[in-house]
Structure formats: C-alpha cells, structure tokens
C-alpha cells in the first residue's frame, strides 16, 4: 500500500511550488450576491481551506451570458474583482494558492437568469435535457440558439475581459473549466456540436474554441499559470460524444503541446460507492505529458495510490475540502473526517459553509 505522506511532497505546477497535493477541487456553493459579486463569508471560507496545496476556486462566470445558475460569482466587472480580490488576499494571508476557474455554462441555463431574458448559447440550437437552479427552484434548461461568427468573437473577448479582471483581484493562475458540459465542453463533443462551420465537424474544429480562449487569456496570463479541466466520460449535464476516447486523446496531445500549468481531469464525478473511473481514463492518461491533476471520488489512501503509481501527480477533493476546511492536516495525521451535510451544498449562508470544525489544536 502507497505510502499517505507521498501527498506531502511539493509539487512545481508550471510557475508556482505547491507545498502538498492534497488539491481542493472547484466547488460551486450558489451563495454569492446577485450583481455576482462575493461576500465576506467567502473570504473566511476560502481563507480556512488555505492549508490545500492549491484552491481551484468555484466555478465563476465570465460574462452575464455565462451564468447558469442562481447566485454563482463572476469576474467580469470590477466590483466582481474587487470582491474577489479580498478573498485572494486571504487566501495568501493564510498561506495559501488559488486559481480562478473561468466559466460560461452555454446551454445549461435559464432566461430567467440571463440579461434581458435572452436564451442561452451553445454550439448547436440543441436543448439540454436536464435542469438548473432559478430563483423559482429547479427548472428545465430553456432552449439555447447557436453561437454565430459574432457571438464566438464576443465570447472569446468575454474570456480576455474575465483573465484580465482575475489578474486584477490578484489570483494565481487560471482554470479553464472546460468539463461537465459546459460551453467548451458543449463544443467539444458531437452530441451537441452539429455546427458545419470552423467549429463543427472534425476534431480539430470542435477543438478550436478551447484553443482560441487559451489564446485569449494568454494576455494576462502565461501558460505556466494556466490549467484546464476536462470530463472525458461525460458524466453530467447531458454531454456525449460519438467517440470520447479518440476525441480527449487528441485534446490531451493538443492541451500537452501548450506546456499547461496542469490538466485537471474529472476522473469520476459524484460516485458515492468508492471510485470506478473505468479503463478509459487510465489510457488516456498516457496521452498528457506534464503535470495531471487527478479528481473524483478519492480519499487519502487512493489518492496516494495513484500518486506513487504514476497515474496522477496531485489530486484534487471535492465533497471532502467542504466539511474538512483542515483536509491535508486530518490525511497527514489519519485522523477522522467531518461528516459532510448536503443540504447546505449549495444556497444558504454560513451554515454548512463556514462553521465545519477544525481539528482541535
Ligand atoms: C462540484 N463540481 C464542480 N466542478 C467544477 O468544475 N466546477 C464547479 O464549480 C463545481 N461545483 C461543484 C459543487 C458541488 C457542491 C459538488 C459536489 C461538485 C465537481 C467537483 O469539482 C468534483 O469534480 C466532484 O465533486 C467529484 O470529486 P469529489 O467530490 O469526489 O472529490
């Protein structure tokens, strides 16, 4: 059996020295204001997680046409920036790293949550058959139009606009949330992509966005500060491809070709019976040259068996970081875990938020 203290050797990702790779995976907790700015709950709670060897943040949109959901954060005005950079500045107050993870939901939205009552976009004029979260309780995804030549350039400038604004409130670096059927992953995969333009149809079409917004937040930050995830099973918000393996294969190769940061890939999102990330993944994984980022359904002791195995170089938590602000410390020690209360996910205020406790000390 892997050695747990394996999780406790640093780890250089592109620029920055991680002191652990016990991650904390981006974790949407729908409890900012409504103009997308955070509160200063947040800075306390992403301050109590400063001990993980880096934060991705929760998911935070790059545009008003990004938001898919009730009360999430954004980086796109400066009173979003300067919010955020309050939680940064704690967040290294505290001793620790924190990414932005920049997101635009495309179809998996709701007019009711969109500027003006617009319909949200995506790569195709395709609905997703699955719901989001309104002010009015969980409603169906509305009907999205396509994308055309224009929106594309908007949304890649939208994309330079939020990297800016994240340099500006002072995050380390840049996740690319391009996973769980998003907008980026919506043109990736050819269960939504039908487009026949520059962006449809081969691989290296579907692929073109994601390269063109790597391109766009390259202005502020380089690529040594800059990760992507991805979720090549295609678990959730009703995402598929034809052929999964032989379109992330190249998306790996093209993303390896870039010397990212990282690649942050969605193993195995939400199993709650141990982890079953199937062969796939494990092949694919041969595909990425640099630094691999695992995620899904860990604990200490498979995290540490996939680090030793060479099958990631870190690994990122999720449900685990939300109970245990002092997650590493409880895997460094083998003490025993809070249990996690789901109610309090998403929505709410402090409860379930900031007030799970830290070991004694
Ligand atoms: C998530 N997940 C997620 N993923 C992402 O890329 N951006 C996000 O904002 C969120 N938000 C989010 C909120 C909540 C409450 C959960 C439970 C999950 C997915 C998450 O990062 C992770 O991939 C899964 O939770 C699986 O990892 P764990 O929890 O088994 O370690």
């Not at 796109?76 to 955020?84: D, K, L, N, P």
């Amino acid at each position: 059996m892997a050695n747990p203290q394996i999780l406790f050797e640093p780890l250089l990702v592109g620029d920055i020295s991680l002191p652990n790779r016990v991650l904390m995976a981006p974790l949407t907790r729908n409890r900012a204001n409504g103009d997308g700015t955070v509160k200063e709950m947040h800075q306390t709670y992403y301050r109590q997680r400063a001990s993980a060897g880096l934060i991705v943040s929760e998911a935070t949109q790059i545009s008003e046409m990004g938001k898919g959901y009730l009360d999430t954060p954004g980086i796109h005005t400066e009173a979003q920036a300067e919010t955020w950079r309050k939680v940064v500045e704690a967040v290294h107050a505290g001793g620790g790293r924190i990414f932005c993870q920049l997101w635009h939901v495309g179809r998996i939205s709701h007019v009711s949550l969109l500027p003006d009552g617009r319909d949200p976009v995506s790569s195709s004029a395709i609905r997703a058959n699955t719901q989001t979260f309104t002010a009015d309780g969980f409603e169906n995804c509305s009907p999205p139009v396509a994308l055309d030549d224009e929106g594309i350039a908007q949304t890649i400038a939208d994309y330079t606009n939020a990297a800016r604004m994240a340099e500006q409130a002072g995050f380390d670096g840049i996740e690319v949330h391009a996973a769980n059927g998003y907008l980026l992953d919506q043109f990736l995969q050819d269960g939504v992509n039908t487009r026949e333009d520059g962006y449809g149809g081969s691989i290296g079409n579907r692929m073109r966005l994601l390269e063109e917004v790597l391109g766009a937040i390259a202005d502020f930050y380089p690529t040594g500060r800059t990760g992507v995830r991805l979720s090549p099973r295609g678990q959730a918000n009703d995402i598929a491809d034809s052929d999964p393996e032989t379109l992330f294969g190249a998306v790996y190769e093209m993303l390896s070709d870039k010397s990212l940061a990282y690649l942050h890939v969605v193993e195995d999102f939400g199993s709650d019976g141990g982890r079953n990330p199937g062969d796939m993944i494990g092949r694919l994984r041969r595909k990425y040259d640099g630094v691999y980022i695992a995620n899904g359904a860990f604990d200490a002791k498979s995290a540490a068996t996939a680090i030793a195995d060479g099958n990631a170089d870190a690994v990122a938590f999720g449900r685990p970081f939300i109970s245990n602000p002092d997650l590493p410390e409880r895997y460094r020690t083998g003490a025993p875990l809070n249990p996690q209360d789901k109610d309090t996910f998403y929505g709410g205020d402090e409860k379930g938020y900031t007030d799970y406790p830290f070991l004694d000390r």
